[in-house]
């Protein structure tokens, strides 16, 4: 997928054995694909979001998770929405000593406890404080947004409701990667993602994806560090991020300042800096040629023709060559028919208020 959103992919949340095979399938170079960060499952507390987290019981059973996470090579951990807050501080010291990130799903406590990012602009937990967009369209008080830039955490942009870009382009749809690549399931549910834009809802979507982008826009320009990111299982592999771009110039960063939180920002975020992200000497040899000029038409971020990873060359024909024209599998019995997108990171009312 490195010719489809770039050439360093990290997960924040896998089930680990099926994460093992796919990082060392990639770097062992038996699958092409992108340098890739991976993680296990998610730490919650004694009630789990996901049935795939890890729930939590005690600080016995805690360590014996971090152990796991130290031995398995995890890149980062993710605290989810239950996990104590005592129990996080422990993970925290013991990751940090390790040298691996942990990160969270919401601001509070998170930003009192030091973690180093929070995965979702509006993430929720049970823990009674952990509110950062209103339900006023998403809308973020100004103490929310100081916090954030100074609290040395990134903030991830997964703008997971800017299906009204779907009406302005289908170019995402109708590219050849995503035609081959997708499951026939998928694309279905992408297809039915794109028909939806303009149906029930999408008023109230528009609005939420212009107050993430507010809030975003204004923890940038204010010194804090926003990284171009997705929510996988809610979200569409490859296109997203490139919907993730769009979404932020069409509400007021600049191309530049877009493509960065997808290069140097994330570089940054990944404890990388000067090594991913940036085009010099010593750094990484990893480029992405487009067709057309991303600094002033974001979109053409994704007309990628040719990419280099680690300095070893692909061209996006030779990427799709082994999959072009294979027979579709049938859909899985548990394969929903469209992705639901409530539920995940914050409740949805009727109408913006």
Same mark, same amino acid.
């Given at each position: 997928?490195?010719?489809?959103?770039?050439t360093?992919?990290r997960?924040?949340?896998?089930?680990?054995?099926?994460?093992?095979?796919?990082?060392?399938a990639?770097?062992?170079? /038996?699958?092409?694909?992108?340098?890739?960060?991976?993680?296990g499952?998610?730490?919650?507390?004694?009630?789990?979001?996901?049935g795939?987290m890890?729930p939590?019981?005690?600080?016995?059973?805690?360590?014996?998770e971090?152990r =796991?996470?130290?031995?398995?090579?995890?890149?980062?951990?993710?605290?989810?929405? =239950?996990?104590?807050?005592?129990?996080e501080?422990? /993970?925290l010291?013991?990751?940090r000593?390790? @040298?691996?990130?942990?990160?969270?799903?919401?601001?509070?406590?998170?930003?009192? %406890?030091?973690?180093?990012?929070?995965?979702? !602009?509006?993430?929720?937990?049970?823990?009674?404080?952990?509110?950062?967009?209103?339900?006023?369209?998403?809308?973020?008080?100004e103490? %929310? +947004?100081?916090?954030?830039?100074r609290?040395?955490?990134?903030v991830?942009?997964t703008?997971?409701?800017? *299906?009204?870009?779907?009406?302005?382009?289908?170019?995402?749809?109708?590219?050849?990667r995503? =035609?081959?690549?997708f499951?026939?399931?998928e694309?279905?549910?992408?297809?039915?993602r794109?028909e939806?834009?303009?149906?029930?809802?999408?008023?109230?979507?528009?609005?939420?994806?212009?107050?993430?982008?507010?809030?975003?826009?204004?923890? &940038?320009?204010?010194?804090?560090l926003?990284?171009?990111?997705?929510?996988?299982?809610?979200?569409?592999?490859?296109?997203?991020? *490139? &919907?993730?771009?769009?979404?932020?110039?069409r509400?007021?960063? !600049?191309?530049?300042?877009?493509?960065?939180?997808? %290069?140097?920002?994330?570089?940054?975020?990944?404890?990388?800096?000067?090594?991913?992200?940036?085009?010099?000497p @010593?750094? #990484?040899?990893?480029l992405?040629?487009?067709?057309?000029?991303?600094?002033r038409?974001?979109?053409?971020?994704?007309?990628?023709?040719?990419?280099?990873?680690?300095?070893?060359? *692909?061209?996006?024909?030779?990427?799709?060559?082994p999959?072009a024209g294979?027979? &579709?599998?049938?859909a899985?019995? %548990? /394969?929903?028919e469209?992705?639901? +997108?409530?539920?995940?990171? #914050?409740?949805?009312?009727?109408?913006?208020?």
């Open positions: 997928m490195a010719g489809v959103r770039g360093t992919s997960s924040t949340g896998d089930p680990v054995y099926r994460m093992l095979e796919t990082r060392e990639l770097h062992s170079g /038996a699958v092409p694909g992108p340098r890739y960060l991976g993680s499952e998610p730490l919650d507390g004694a009630r789990v979001r996901f795939f890890r939590v019981h005690s600080r016995a059973q805690l360590h014996r971090l =796991r996470a130290e031995e398995l090579g995890y890149h980062v951990l993710k605290s989810y929405q =239950r996990l104590p807050v005592a129990l501080r422990v /993970a010291r013991r990751m000593r390790a @040298g691996t990130q942990v990160v969270s799903h919401y601001l509070y406590p998170a930003v009192g %406890t030091g973690l180093n990012g929070m995965e979702h !602009t509006g993430g929720e937990n049970r823990l009674g404080c952990s509110r950062t967009l209103s339900y006023a369209a998403g809308r973020t008080a103490d %929310t +947004v100081t916090l954030l830039a609290s040395g955490m990134y991830s942009t703008l997971l409701f800017a *299906h009204e870009l779907y009406l302005d382009s289908r170019d995402l749809i109708e590219d050849p995503t =035609r081959t690549l499951p026939s399931w694309y279905a549910a992408l297809l039915a794109a939806a834009a303009a149906g029930p809802g999408s008023e109230l979507d528009r609005a939420w994806t212009e107050g993430d982008v507010d809030l975003l826009l204004r923890v &940038q320009r204010a010194g804090g926003v990284v171009a990111g997705t929510d996988a299982p809610l979200d569409f592999v490859g296109i997203s991020v *490139h &919907q993730n771009l769009r979404a932020l110039v509400h007021g960063f !600049t191309p530049v300042e877009a493509l960065r939180t997808a %290069t140097a920002n994330a570089a940054e975020a990944l404890g990388a800096a000067g090594t991913l992200g940036v085009v010099r @010593g750094a #990484r040899a990893d992405l040629v487009v067709d057309g000029d991303p600094l038409d974001i979109t053409a971020a994704a007309r990628v023709e040719q990419v280099l990873v680690d300095g070893y060359h *692909h061209t996006v024909r030779e990427l799709l060559a999959y294979l027979p &579709q599998e049938p899985p019995a %548990t /394969a929903p469209a992705r639901p +997108v409530a539920g995940c990171c #914050r409740s949805r009312p009727t109408t913006p208020r």
